[in-house]
């Protein structure tokens, strides 16, 4: 049995720990203790956090699964852009079919998953969720989530290091029913590859201009057979890359030891054009102009095949 001090020192009933005689209604109103849900509580000293609403949700849904965005996050994938779990109050819980429950700071969902699809973080072994696989099914069969947006929440999971795009296809078997379609399509234009979501959604659309697909993440090597770089984008017959200045896009709340070591980096793409390959820049700021970022791409393409004097294709 756990002592006192442990059953406190998570999120706890405040109705039970009143009935076993571990707090008066008097205490549990006093300013050691938190109220984080309906008749749910923590010490005050726990920060408030995505994670502790997540923990209080399992304690007062004993049978509800965390899903969705909230899923995701456990799993440390911000799939709502940096300090999106920062700024998140409401947490998505699902629970069985015929279940009525509305509980303020809950999204709660009437849906059933099998037994292999749930399981908890081996950090956060208190709160059932959906395993990495189906998490990200979850997400990108969501239909109010656009095409692109979908194929993002795949890749991230991918980059994570959590599943792969053939793990992510075998459990996609599993799935049926609303939102099946729109999460197989997404399945199909992921890759895996992407370090981040604005180079997957670069990617989608560099395969949607006329011009040769790229080939992402493209192992750059010295004649002797060293790795030199992982490159973004490459055309390798025009020697030609497309490169993310640095990775300020990476750093998020859930990922804040993400930094741009710039003058490695600088070294390695010096060589990188020493090796005769021409390097495009792309910034953060380039992407509030997608359609204009993939012309200037097409543009520095063709005028590279032509400095070349080689075809296109």
């Given at each position: 049995m756990l002592a006192t001090d442990d059953v406190l020192a998570a999120p706890f009933r405040g109705t039970d720990a009143v009935?076993?005689?571990?707090?008066?209604?008097?205490?549990?109103?006093?300013?050691?203790?938190?109220r984080v849900l309906r008749d749910v509580y923590a010490p005050v000293t726990t920060p408030v956090d995505h994670e502790l609403r997540a923990r209080a949700a399992a304690v007062l849904l004993p049978d509800g699964v965390v899903t969705g965005r909230s899923g995701a996050w456990l799993w440390r994938v911000d799939v709502d852009g940096p300090d999106g779990a920062a700024a998140a109050e409401e947490v998505e819980v699902s629970v069985p079919v015929g279940?009525?429950?509305?509980?303020?700071?809950?999204?709660?969902?009437?849906?059933?998953?099998?037994?292999?699809?749930?399981?908890?973080?081996?950090?956060?072994?208190?709160?059932?969720?959906?395993?990495?696989?189906?998490?990200?099914?979850?997400?990108a069969g969501d239909p109010a989530r656009t095409h692109?947006?979908?194929?993002?929440?795949?890749?991230?999971?991918?980059?994570?290091?959590?599943?792969?795009?053939?793990?992510?296809?075998?459990?996609a078997?599993?799935?049926?029913?609303?939102?099946?379609?729109?999460?197989?399509?997404?399945?199909r234009d992921a890759d895996g590859l992407a370090g981040s979501p604005p180079e997957t959604?670069?990617?989608?659309?560099?395969?949607a201009a006329p011009w040769p697909r790229p080939v992402a993440q493209y192992r750059l090597a010295r004649p002797d057979g060293r790795r030199v770089k992982e490159l973004d984008f490459a055309w390798p017959h025009l020697r030609f890359a497309v490169e993310y200045d640095g990775a300020p896009h990476l750093a998020t709340t859930l990922h804040?030891?993400?930094?741009?070591?710039?003058?490695?980096d600088r070294r390695?793409?010096?060589?990188?054009?020493?090796?005769?390959?021409?390097?495009?820049y792309v910034t953060a700021p380039d992407h509030h102009?997608?359609?204009?970022?993939?012309?200037?791409?097409?543009?520095?393409?063709?005028?590279?095949?032509?400095?070349?004097?080689?075809?296109?294709?």
């Open positions: 009935a076993r005689g571990l707090l008066t209604p008097k205490q549990l109103r006093g300013p050691r203790w938190q279940r009525s429950t509305r509980t303020r700071g809950l999204v709660v969902r009437r849906r059933s998953f099998a037994d292999h699809q749930i399981g908890c973080p081996p950090w956060l072994r208190d709160v059932p969720t959906l395993w990495p696989d189906h998490a990200a099914l979850d997400l692109v947006e979908s194929v993002v929440v795949l890749d991230q999971f991918c980059s994570a290091g959590l599943t792969t795009i053939a793990s992510l296809r075998s459990a078997r599993w799935w049926t029913g609303r939102g099946c379609r729109g999460m197989q399509a997404a399945l959604r670069l990617r989608l659309r560099l395969h804040p030891e993400s930094r741009f070591r710039l003058p490695k390695v793409l010096n060589e990188v054009q020493a090796l005769g390959w021409q390097l495009f102009d997608m359609t204009g970022l993939v012309e200037r791409i097409g543009a520095a393409l063709v005028a590279r095949a032509a400095q070349l004097g080689v075809p296109l294709r």
